[in-house]
Structures are given as C-alpha cells and as structure tokens.
C-alpha cells in the first residue's frame, strides 16, 4: 500500500479500535483517499504493524483501553501534536464478551459492554469536539451494529449498547449541528476475528440467509465510513447507515 499512496488530502481522522478488522479497513479507506491517520488499539504490537502496512508518514498509533479518558485525552492530543488537527473521528472500538440469554446476563459484564461500546464513544466525541471540531467543523462516524436495531438472541448486551451508540449518534448530531456532522453505521456480520464466533466453520451455512449471499468484509465499511466523511455526504447528518448485504430483507437477523 505504502508504494502507491496518493497526495495528501489535508484531513486527519482518529480511529479507535483500528489495529485490525473493521477499524483498519476502514483506515485503509481513508489513507487511500489521501487521510493521515492516528489508529487505536489495546495490543502495542498489532498497532505498529497496522502503522507499517498504511505507511508511517500517514499514521501513527495510540496504546490503550478505549474506555480509559486518559487513553481518550492521549490519542485527541496526539492527532494534535503530530498532525495539528482531527477532521473525522472513527469510534469502531467495541466488546462483546458474553454469549447468552439476557435473563442471565451478569450486570458487572453488561457496565463493562456499555464503558467500551457507548461511553467510550462519548468520551472520544467530547475530547475531539474540544480539542478541534468545534471551531474547525468535521465529522463523526460511530460504528453500530444491526443488533441494535432489532433483537439479536443471546448478544442482548451487545445490541442494547448499539441501540445507545444509535442514539447517541442522534444526540450529537443535532449538538453538534452545524459545523459537524455525526452519523453512524450499522453492520450485519462481518469476517473479522471479533464476530468470528458468529460464522467460524459454518461460514456457507451463515452466508446462505443474506441476499447478497457472502458475509461482509472490513472494506464493506471502510467504503462507507468514506462516504460519510467525505463531502458527497455533506447533507447527511444523524442517521444510521445500515450496512447488512441485504439480511434486513429477510425480516431480522440470523
């Protein structure tokens, strides 16, 4: 990739959760139209080799738990000092580490999913809103899920907290009106290592129920995450993106 990079476009994105699956294709995305980059991440060595695959005059990365406002704080200030401003903030860091019916959900865990998949989102938003977006305008793209958008049995916790990241994304559509632009993106099942419990051999078998017939890829959402912050998407502002391969056609989820 770091032999064919285009000119740079000027725009600076933060992308949480970004050393692999959908928040690096998405960072692939953007550094492919010419975005510098600052990716997130818990593990310091799948970060630096995300970096070394986009190129390390186009990114940098940030150590951390997504969760943590000092991580949060670390990772605005970065984009800063680096690159000396953050156009688009990317919250793709999620968790989902139960797998059950919500009767018996542990309510420690359920506080751990919506730390990382909600209030993390809002930490990020508020510290980017500060930190540049509110006198230079920009966009927000939060990752949600199609499990927030209709039952999805034994991940209840996981959907409940893309519901919020949902509405959320509504709430700072419209706070953050005119100058930034806050829009979401809802995924059905795509071939990552985090959803890998949902299709792990039996991949054909999960495929068979989508329209489109195959599962989605991390650049099915780069591509759209592109989109929505990018000037073609400059009237689009609070609305949720859903990016399914046509499963919703089917009434729900499989």
């Known amino acids: 990739m770091t032999s064919q990079l285009p000119e740079l476009s000027g725009k600076v994105a933060l992308i949480t959760g970004a050393s692999r699956g959908i928040g ?148 700072l559509a419209h706070e953050f009106a005119p100058g930034v632009r806050v829009n979401a993106i809802a995924p059905a099942v795509v071939k990552t290592k985090f959803a890998s419990a949902l299709y792990e051999g039996r991949e054909a078998e999960a495929a068979a129920s989508y329209p489109l017939a195959r599962l989605g890829v991390p650049s099915d959402i780069g591509g759209a995450a592109a989109f929505l912050t990018s000037a073609q998407s400059d009237w689009v502002t609070g609305q949720t993106l859903v990016v399914d391969g046509g499963i919703f056609l089917n009434a729900g989820v499989s």
Do not use: C
């Open 24 to 171: 690096y294709g998405i960072a692939e995305a953007l550094v492919a139209r010419g975005d510098r980059v600052v990716i997130t991440g818990r593990t310091e060595d799948s970060l630096k080799e995300a970096v070394e695959q986009l190129g390390a005059e186009r990114a940098v990365y940030v150590a951390g738990k997504a969760h943590d406002e000092a991580h949060q704080a670390a990772a605005v200030e970065r984009a800063m000092e680096d690159f000396g401003r953050v156009d688009y903030l990317i919250n793709n860091a999620g968790t989902n580490p139960v797998f059950g019916p919500i009767a018996d959900l542990d309510l420690g865990v359920a506080r751990k999913v919506f730390e990382t998949n909600v209030i993390s989102a809002l930490g990020f938003a508020q510290k980017t809103w500060h930190a540049w977006q509110k006198d230079n305008g920009g966009a927000i793209v939060n990752i949600a899920s199609v499990a927030g958008i209709a039952p999805s049995p034994f991940i209840a916790a996981y959907g409940v907290s893309k519901a919020a990241l949902i509405n959320l994304t509504q709430q």
